[in-house]
């Protein structure tokens, strides 16, 4: 039998975050109904997060109510303090996700604060979940390359890794957020945070700025990991990041992992219509 490896939908949130024109929450529902039929199990919705920060995200409550939510399936929402956290709950998201940086320029730039101090200020995030039974996901931002700090250290990634797990992460997505890594430099930040955590815990958040998204999923694998994050169409980027593009295409990565002989469990059509509603939403948005 195939082995599994897991697509984690970023699209809805990740994907549409940064098209300046604001998209209407029935296009943002359109698309998460959509993918709730392709078979993830888990679809990053939207962000609670400040709307003088992050614009497009500000009907988070209003996506989250309108969708019609498939049995067996996660909407996580990032959520980067309690003021965030208490509306995800309010708007019975499934998860919720805490996201700190490797360097400590992007976490000026994406947070407004120091590393230290953005996980000072999730510890509450995480204690309210966890009392409350929400599952609690990290991210890692900047593992490979920062846009302002430029190579970043892999005893950075493996220390903000190790500490999103002391807060009760289920699991830590590192990510590329420029997609300036390569296969290289993927493997030896993997090789930090490897000693802290095993692979089981871990994801790649690959963006596909520098093309070698695949490869650097190719390295990951071999290090064994089997959870990656996508978005539908390749859409996205971050807005506190310069030159950040597209998350890698999760079509792309289903039809290069089938090559490679692992089984997403993803709907090739439905995933295929979905990108291509994905990418008319990005469309009118350049017009
Ligand atoms: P701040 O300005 O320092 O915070 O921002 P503040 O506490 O001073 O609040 C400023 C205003 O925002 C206040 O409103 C707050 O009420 C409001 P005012 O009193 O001025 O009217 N506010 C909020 N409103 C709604 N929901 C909230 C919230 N929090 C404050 N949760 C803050 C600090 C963290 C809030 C801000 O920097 C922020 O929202 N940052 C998020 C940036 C973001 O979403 N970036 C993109 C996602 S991360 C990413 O894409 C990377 C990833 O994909 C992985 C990868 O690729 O590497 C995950
Ligand atoms: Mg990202």
Wanted: net charge negative; proline share 6%.
């Amino acid at each position: 039998m195939a082995e599994a490896v897991e697509i984690f939908e970023m699209g809805p949130r990740d994907g549409l975050q940064n098209e300046k024109r604001l998209i209407p929450a029935p296009d943002k529902i359109a698309l998460v109904d959509l993918l709730s039929k392709a078979g993830f199990r888990r679809i990053e919705v939207t962000s609670f997060v400040s709307p003088k920060w992050v614009p497009q995200m500000a009907d988070a409550p209003e996506v989250m109510a309108g969708i019609n939510r498939a049995r067996g399936v996660s909407y996580a929402a990032l959520t980067p303090n309690m003021k965030g956290y208490e509306a995800a709950r309010a708007a019975r998201t499934d998860e919720v996700a805490i996201f700190a940086s490797a360097s400590e320029g992007f976490s000026r730039a994406n947070l407004n604060t120091s590393i230290d101090d953005s996980l000072d200020r999730f510890r509450p995030v995480a204690e309210a979940a966890a009392h409350d039974g929400i599952p609690v996901r990290g991210y890692v931002s900047v593992v490979t390359d920062c846009p302002f700090d430029g190579p970043t250290p892999p005893a950075s990634v493996a220390r903000v890794a190790a500490a999103l797990r002391d807060l009760g992460c289920y699991e830590i997505s590192l990510g590329d957020t420029i997609g300036q890594g390569r296969p290289e430099t993927i493997d030896a930040m993997l090789s930090a945070v490897l000693d802290e955590l095993p692979a089981s815990r871990l994801a790649g958040h690959y963006h596909d700025t520098g093309g070698r998204a695949l490869s650097n999923i190719d390295a990951s694998l071999a290090r064994g990991l089997r959870v990656f994050d996508a978005a539908v169409g390749g859409l996205g980027g971050c807005p506190y990041a310069p030159g950040a593009k597209g998350n890698v295409a999760t079509e792309k990565v289903a039809a290069h992992l089938a090559d490679h002989g692992y089984e997403t469990g993803l709907d090739a059509d439905l995933i295929r219509n979905a990108a291509s509603f994905a990418r008319q939403l990005r469309e009118a948005s350049h017009v």
